[in-house]
T-cell receptor, first 112, second 114 residues
Framework: KQEVTQIPAALSVPEGENLVLNCSFT??????LQWFRQDPGKGLTSLLL?????REQTSGRLNASLDKSSGRSTLYIAASQPGDSATYLC???????????FGKGITLSVRP | EAQVTQNPRYLITVTGKKLTVTCSQN?????MSWYRQDPGLGLRQIYY???????DKGDVPEGYKVSRKEKRNFPLILESPSPNQTSLYFC?????????????FGSGTRLTVV
């Protein structure tokens, strides 16, 4: 059974720091991995989608990498801003019934 | 605009009163699914549908029903809601092109059962 872990559960950093959010998964047989952002009480916004054949994806200040063999992904946020404060969720798709298995998320707080 | 639309956004109901949460997507996606999100438990899949008239249980299907009569719609039905179904619900649709999948989520429905 696929399990996705995100540690730590919460993170507080000063504005301007470059930071790395980690995600690990137990079954490397995935089709893709997706990073989402969730603001309190809101929906999920897709940030980056990495297919299993890819090693990384970039969008603006965000860069996500994928190492399938070791079961790890990282989300790199450059020059963090208070507006980046949110919960970041990692989810893997193993293709079985197209289900996403989610981590519990990392709640990020960027202090001005 | 490509989107998944859920209604209502907020709902307070009483135990046992049947309700339906609607979900519609305009992207012609074959796959649709429902998730619930609870503190400390994260997001868990309730039901999914791989195409019209094809539905199956996810990880936490008890107390829920779904139907897929049209490709664009995938309603979630609670025949007799109970307080333990108080949660934040998300509908999602996904495309598949060969081995490539991508997900889009709705904005969520916050359900409170009293």
């Amino acid at each position: 059974k696929q399990e996705v872990t995100q540690i730590p559960a919460a993170l507080s950093v000063p504005e301007g720091e470059n930071l790395v959010l980690n995600c690990s998964f137990t079954d490397s047989a995935i089709y893709n991995l997706q990073w989402f952002r969730q603001d309190p009480g809101k929906g999920l916004t897709s940030l980056l989608l990495i297919q299993s054949s890819q090693r990384e994806q970039t969008s603006g200040r965000l860069n996500a990498s994928l190492d399938k063999s070791s079961g790890r992904s990282t989300l790199y946020i450059a020059a963090s801003q208070p507006g980046d404060s949110a919960t970041y969720l990692c989810a893997v798709n193993t293709g079985a019934n197209s289900k996403l298995t989610f981590g519990k998320g990392i709640t990020l707080s960027v202090r001005p | 605009e490509a989107q998944v639309t859920q209604n209502p956004r907020y709902l307070i109901t009483v135990t046992g009163k049947k309700l339906t949460v609607t979900c519609s997507q305009n992207m012609n996606h074959e796959y649709m699914s429902w998730y619930r999100q609870d503190p400390g438990l994260g997001l868990r899949q309730i039901y999914y549908s791989m195409n019209v008239e094809v539905t199956d249980k996810g990880d936490v299907p008890e107390g829920y029903k779904v139907s897929r009569k049209e490709k664009r719609n995938f309603p979630l039905i609670l025949e007799s809601p109970s307080p333990n179904q108080t949660s934040l619900y998300f509908c999602a649709s996904s495309f598949q092109q060969g081995w490539i999948y991508g997900y889009t989520f709705g904005s969520g429905t916050r359900l409170t059962v009293v």
